[in-house]
C-alpha cells in the first residue's frame, strides 16, 4: 500500500507547503517543554498565543505542525483558518491539509468529510485530483481481511475507480489501478471463502455459485485456479463426470502449472499423483476421511 511516506502523497503535498519558505517565521513548538501532556494540555493556549493570527501565519503553523507530526494540532491550525478567514485563498488549501492530517491520524471518516466538501465546494481546483484520490486512500486503507464483510472493500472500489474514470492519464489513476487488482482479489478471496465453508456443508449448488461467480467476475485474480479445481471436486461428487472432465480442461488449458490442475487431474485419472504439498482436495480428504 502507499501510506504514510509515500512519495505520491507528498509530491502533491509539497506543493501546498511550498509557501512555508517565503513566509515570515513562526514556530509552534519553540516553547514546549518537551511533555506529551504539556503539549495536549496547552495545545490551544499555545495556538492562541504563538502563533502569527493572519491567514497565511496560522497556515504556515499547521504544515510546522504537520512536519512534526502533530496531525491533531495541523488539523485545528487549519480548521481555524477556515473559521477565521473563510473568505481567504489560505482557506481552500487549508480545507484539503486539514483532511490529509485527519488521514494522518487514521480518522478515515472524518478525512472522508472533509474531502466530500473540498470535492463538493472547489470541483475546478487545481489539487481535485488528489483529494479524489486520499478520499480513495481514505477507503483503501480500511480493506479487511478476506474473512470479513467486504463493504469497505467495495466503497473502495468504487472510489478508486473514480480516480481511474476522472483522471485516467495521471500517476493517482495508475496507482488507483493498482490498488483495483488488490480489491478485486480481495473480494474473490471472500467468494471462496463461503463457497470452502457451503462445500464443507455438502451445499453443493450454494458452493458452485461462489466459485463460479469467482471464475466468472474475477477472472485476473490468483482465486481462479483453486475455484476451477473446487468446481472440479464438487462436479465429482455429484457424479457429474463429464462437467468435471470440462472444468478441469479449462484449469489445464489456462494454468497447465498449476499444483491445483495437477490435483484436479489426479482426482479424474487413476494412479495420477496430487500435487506435492500437504493440500489434498476436498473428495480426497472425504475418501481419506472414511478409509
Known amino acids: 500500500m502507499i501510506r ?10 509539497a506543493g501546498l507547503w511550498l509557501t512555508l519558505a517565503v513566509l515570515p517565521g513562526c514556530s509552534l513548538f519553540g516553547n514546549w517543554d518537551g511533555k506529551q501532556s504539556s503539549l495536549e494540555t496547552d495545545r490551544v493556549a499555545r495556538v492562541n498565543n504563538t502563533v502569527d493570527r493572519s491567514p497565511e501565519g496560522l497556515y504556515a503553523a499547521g504544515i510546522e505542525a504537520l512536519q512534526a507530526k502533530r496531525f491533531q494540532v495541523a488539523v485545528d491550525l487549519f480548521d481555524q483558518v477556515e473559521r477565521d478567514h473563510p473568505f481567504s485563498t489560505w482557506a481552500t488549501n487549508a480545507k484539503l491539509m486539514s483532511a490529509y492530517g ?61 480516480v481511474v474514470n476522472r483522471f485516467p492519464d495521471t500517476a493517482y489513476a495508475r496507482d488507483a489501478r493498482l490498488k483495483l487488482d488488490l480489491g478485486r482479489d480481495h473480494l474473490a478471496g471472500k467468494e471462496m471463502n463461503i463457497g470452502r465453508f457451503y462445500q464443507r456443508q455438502k451445499l453443493y449448488g450454494a458452493a458452485i455459485g461462489r466459485f463460479r461467480r469467482v471464475v466468472e467476475d474475477y477472472q485476473t485474480t490468483n482465486h481462479v485456479p483453486e475455484a476451477l479445481h473446487r468446481l472440479t471436486e464438487i462436479y465429482l461428487t455429484l457424479g457429474l463426470t463429464e462437467e468435471a472432465q470440462k472444468t ?28 506435492p504439498g500437504d493440500r489434498p482436495g476436498f473428495v480426497r480428504r472425504a475418501w481419506n476421511a472414511v478409509f
Open 4 to 13: 504514510r511516506n509515500s512519495p505520491l502523497l507528498s509530491a502533491r503535498l
Open 102 to 162: 485527519e488521514y494522518q491520524r487514521n480518522r478515515y471518516t472524518e478525512a472522508i468529510g472533509a474531502l466530500d466538501r473540498f470535492i463538493q465546494l472547489h470541483p475546478a481546483h487545481r489539487d481535485i485530483a488528489y483529494a479524489y484520490y486520499l478520499r480513495a486512500l481514505c477507503y483503501y486503507e480500511q480493506i479487511a481481511d478476506s474473512q470479513r464483510d467486504q463493504r469497505g472493500t467495495e466503497q473502495a472500489m468504487a472510489a478508486l475507480q473514480d
Open 248 to 275: 478441469a480442461a479449462v484449469l489445464g488449458h489456462n494454468f497447465p502449472g498449476s499444483p491445483w490442475y495437477q490435483d484436479s487431474y489426479a482426482l479424474l485419472v487413476e494412479g495420477a499423483p496430487a500435487a
